[in-house]
């Protein structure tokens, strides 16, 4: 059996990058990939200014209890006039600091008399100044190629005044079924069947990491109708996702119908769920391949595998560095005695006092598991956890972000 890491490993070094890019507009390439890194044109902020309503002075010119005079007003937006020397300004957050001034008093810490305003307080040099440049350097790199656009990184490449990024195309996704007991939500239930739940999983999961998907529905239960529809997904994606059909049984094609059309590893992993996995290629009439990943059936087994192996190859694939996601260390608030040699994904809620507790039974076709929990526990091969340990926790929140 492969360990978790290593399968990861071995997929990853598979995931040839997309070169393709897109010029698409700021706002609409939140969770898009950079495909060049990005530079800062101008400094921002773009001149020093104030961080608080107040006065703005020449901090030496503060004197206890005696006023400076208001010789100006500047608010966010207008241009200041330097300071005369032995006055103060009146100014408002955001707004330039004149020339001359160095320090910034709320209007809190001022009073405002007929001869002027008068300091509470003794001013600090600096004080409730923003400075040129403090957020964004004018000609650093703002951000790398490889970055995911969340929404504050779109915001920082605004704040630059980008208005357009280059991201990396859309991975393409076939996604497909096996298994003749698959019936369509929407359509009646004959006896023996049961209703195809992975592509709704499996379809939303794509969609939040971007891709553009096609679904080629539940493949037919012939060999020659399997590689024909694997050919047509293979022609016009870059990932044909399967479910189903990569255990030891002999009931589907896939398994023949993709070493048919190019090639096929099927890996045993050393975790619960998700022990099956396939990993392969199709070979496309032009030239060239797109890559197979091969998902076990079993609802809860699919959805840590894709967790686990496909999210991390779909980003890999647009160039993310840090592909897999990284852990939390959170108590648990539960004990496993009993560890097998596998590496186990639980599925756990969040509890009172932010300890880990079982999210229902952990059988690998319970999908109330997964609805119930927050995310996965990961206990390692062979360990067991103890009330109180700390463990590797996994938050679903990350996938749809
Ligand atoms: N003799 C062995 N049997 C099994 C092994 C094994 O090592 N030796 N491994 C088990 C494990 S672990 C898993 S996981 C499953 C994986 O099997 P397959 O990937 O071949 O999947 P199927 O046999 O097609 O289906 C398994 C299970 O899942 C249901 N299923 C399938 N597709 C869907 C879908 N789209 N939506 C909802 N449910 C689905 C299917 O009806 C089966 O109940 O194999 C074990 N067996
Ligand atoms: O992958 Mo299977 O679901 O371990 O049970």
């Not at 969770?31 to 060049?36: N, P, Y």
């Not at 024909?228 to 009931?251: F, M, N």
């Amino acid at each position: 059996m492969l360990s978790v890491q290593d399968a990861l490993d071995q997929l990853l070094s598979h995931a040839t990058p997309i070169t393709q890019a897109d010029s698409v507009g700021t706002l609409a390439a939140a969770g898009r990939v950079l495909a060049e890194s990005i530079y800062a044109g101008i400094d921002v902020p773009p001149a020093d200014n104030a961080a608080m309503d107040g006065y703005a002075l020449r901090s030496q010119e503060y004197c206890p209890g005696t006023p400076l005079p208001v010789g100006q007003r500047v608010a966010a937006g207008a241009l200041a006039m330097p300071l005369a020397p032995g006055s103060a300004a009146r100014i408002f957050t955001g707004a330039p600091l004149p020339h001359g001034a160095d320090t910034v008093v709320m209007q809190e810490h001022c009073r405002v008399g007929p001869d002027g305003v008068a300091f509470l307080r003794r001013p600090t040099p600096g004080e409730h100044v923003r400075r040129r440049g403090e957020d964004i350097r004018a000609g650093s790199v703002l951000l790398a190629a490889g970055t995911r656009l969340r929404p504050q990184e779109l915001a920082y490449a605004a704040a630059a005044g980008l208005a357009q990024l280059r991201v990396v195309r859309r991975p393409r996704v076939a996604m497909l079924f096996t298994g003749a007991e698959l019936a369509t939500p929407g359509g009646p239930l004959a006896p023996g069947q049961i209703y195809n739940a992975n592509r709704y999983a499996l379809g939303a999961l794509l969609h939040a990491l971007g891709c553009e998907t096609s679904d080629f529905g539940i493949v037919p239960d012939r060999l020659d109708a399997t590689r024909a529809t694997l050919r047509e997904a293979a022609a016009g994606h870059d990932l044909v996702i399967s479910s189903g059909g990569v255990s030891v049984g002999e009931e589907d094609h896939v398994k023949a119908a993709v070493s048919a059309e190019g090639a096929l590893e099927v890996w045993k992993v050393a975790m619960k769920p998700g022990k099956p996995l396939a990993f392969g290629a199709l070979r496309r009439a032009g030239g060239g391949s797109a890559h197979f990943i091969g998902l076990p059936g079993n609802p809860v087994a699919s959805f840590v595998a894709f967790v686990q192996f496909a999210r991390p190859f779909i980003l890999r694939m647009q160039g993310v560095a840090q592909a897999q996601q990284q852990p939390l260390a959170m108590r648990a608030g539960f004990a496993c005695a009993h560890p097998d040699a596998r590496t186990e994904f639980l599925r756990v809620r969040v509890g009172a006092g932010g300890l880990l507790e079982p999210a229902g039974a952990q059988g690998s076709a319970l999908l109330h598991s997964l609805v119930q929990a927050d995310g996965l526990a990961i206990r390692a091969p062979g360990r067991a956890i103890a009330h109180g340990d700390l463990v590797p926790y996994l938050p679903f929140s990350e996938l749809l972000a």
